[in-house]
T-cell receptor, first 112, second 115 residues
Framework: RKEVEQDPGPFNVPEGATVAFNCTYS??????FFWYRQDCRKEPKLLMS???SGNEDGRFTAQLNRASQYISLLIRDSKLSDSATYLC?????????????FGQGTELSVKP | EAQVTQNPRYLITVTGKKLTVTCSQN?????MSWYRQDPGLGLRQIYY???????DKGDVPEGYKVSRKEKRNFPLILESPSPNQTSLYFC??????????????FGQGTRLTVV
């Protein structure tokens, strides 16, 4: 079983749509969670951290469910510029050197 | 400007010819790492370093070496490249790895082809 699992998509949605991605992680001791965005084989960039209480940044909302070990990302009012691959990332526990463990990524394509 | 710089961006080489991909960061980060990205497999960690002279294997270290003689530099060395090392490589740095919610900054990537 992969340590971080995501549906690879692609998700094809029209502009203005609301889209949600889920991700599951296997290590219940994981402490830090993130969503990164990657455009067309460029470097990943931090979209947002995910906090236990959930957090929002403009049109983006991230949620964490520790009991079920899943993380979600909700994008409201999708824009063409949201087209990218979204990477669910979990920071490894202390004996893993704090490394970042990446999901495979979910591809989003927003169409006019 | 805070950044991670990788060189070269693109490289085509032949099997067995030693090569080095350089990585440098200007943020005084302790933690640096190398990833490779392959279709369907996502980003996988090759090696990481918690500080100067401290390096350790990641998930896919075979065929690679690293060194960390200075805090800012973390080169990736392929002593004898093989075609299965054809991939997109990313260097990343962050403050000490175990800190919560510490953002990782990535270099622009090196697309390596081994023929």
């Amino acid at each position: 079983r992969k340590e971080v699992e995501q549906d690879p998509g692609p998700f094809n949605v029209p502009e203005g749509a609301t889209v949600a991605f889920n991700c599951t992680y296997s290590n219940s001791a994981s402490q830090s969670f993130f969503w990164y965005r990657q455009d067309c084989r460029k470097e990943p960039k931090l979209l947002m951290s995910v906090y236990s209480s959930g957090n929002e940044d403009g049109r983006f909302t991230a949620q964490l469910n520790r009991a079920s070990q899943y993380i979600s990302l909700l994008i409201r009012d999708s824009k063409l510029s949201d087209s990218a691959t979204y990477l669910c990332v979990v920071r490894g526990v202390r004996n893993q050197g704090g490394k970042l463990i990446f999901g495979q990524g979910t591809e989003l394509s927003v169409k006019p | 400007e805070a950044q991670v710089t990788q060189n070269p961006r693109y490289l085509i080489t032949v099997t067995g010819k030693k090569l080095t991909v350089t990585c440098s960061q200007n943020m005084n980060h302790e933690y640096m790492s190398w990833y490779r990205q392959d279709p369907g497999l996502g980003l996988r960690q090759i090696y990481y370093s918690m500080n100067v002279e401290v390096t350790d294997k990641g998930d896919v270290p075979e065929g690679y070496k690293v060194s960390r003689k200075e805090k800012r530099n973390f080169p990736l060395i392929l002593e004898s490249p093989s075609p299965n090392q054809t991939s997109l490589y990313f260097c990343a740095s962050s403050l000490r790895g175990a800190r919560r919610n510490t953002e990782a900054f990535f270099g622009q990537g090196t697309r390596l082809t081994v023929v």
